[in-house]
């Protein structure tokens, strides 16, 4: 069975929103994101304000004309966000590091694959398909210490943990890309 991973730039990408929203429902049920139908249909809402983010990329992961992943990803601000998350990320790093690697870099925001799919290599190669052309090279990512699976996927892949977790927000942690020239630096941010 072939996976056909298919890269979206703008808004083309919202006629697959109800296979997202599936998708999303299947990935992020179970422990330990425990998301619920509500959060699921926050997701979904906010697609048509990500897709005309500055620097939107997705891509979808088809088999057998069923979606089975996606990723989402643009480039961050600046100046950097407040909402969401942003802040714990902002607090580990300190606002000198937040601008320098974050800010103009391409953020992952979602990446998701039915547990059906895991292990086949859709992860991987939906994280490829929104990074690869990240602007130098930089590109980064939230993630929460409470899933050491979703973090061994990271560090399989190249990424590089830059910040302690938030005991404060779950856990939260940013990765740095494999390309991100940053990543270097990682042992003196944390």
């Known amino acids: 069975m072939g996976t056909d991973i298919r890269v979206f ?5 919202l006629t697959h929103t109800d296979a997202l929203y599936s998708v999303y429902v299947d990935a992020f049920s179970a422990p330990p994101w425990n ?6 249909a926050e997701f979904a809402d906010r697609l048509p304000v990500d897709v005309r983010r500055p620097g939107f990329r997705a891509a979808t992961a088809v088999q057998d004309g069923q979606v089975v992943g996606f990723a989402t990803a643009w480039t961050t601000l600046t100046p950097f966000p ?5 802040p714990q990320a902002a607090a580990g790093l300190g606002a000198e590091r937040t601008v320098e690697w974050l800010c ?6 979602e990446i998701a694959v039915r547990p059906a799919a895991h292990g ?8 490829e398909a929104v990074t690869a052309d990240a602007p130098e090279g930089r590109s980064w990512l939230l993630t929460s210490t ?5 973090v061994a996927f990271y560090r399989r ?3 590089t943990r830059v910040t302690r977790p938030s005991p404060d927000a779950g856990g939260i942690v940013v990765f740095l890309g494999p390309r991100h020239p940053a990543r270097s ?6």
């Open 9 to 13: 730039q703008g808004e083309d990408l």
């Open 35 to 40: 998301a619920d139908a509500e959060m699921a």
């Open 82 to 86: 407040t909402d969401r998350c942003y």
């Open 104 to 109: 103009g870099a391409r953020e992952v925001d």
């Open 120 to 127: 086949t290599g859709i992860g991987s190669a939906l994280l």
């Open 146 to 150: 409470q899933a050491p699976r979703t």
């Open 157 to 159: 892949r190249g990424w």
């Open 185 to 190: 630096l990682a042992a003196a941010a944390r």
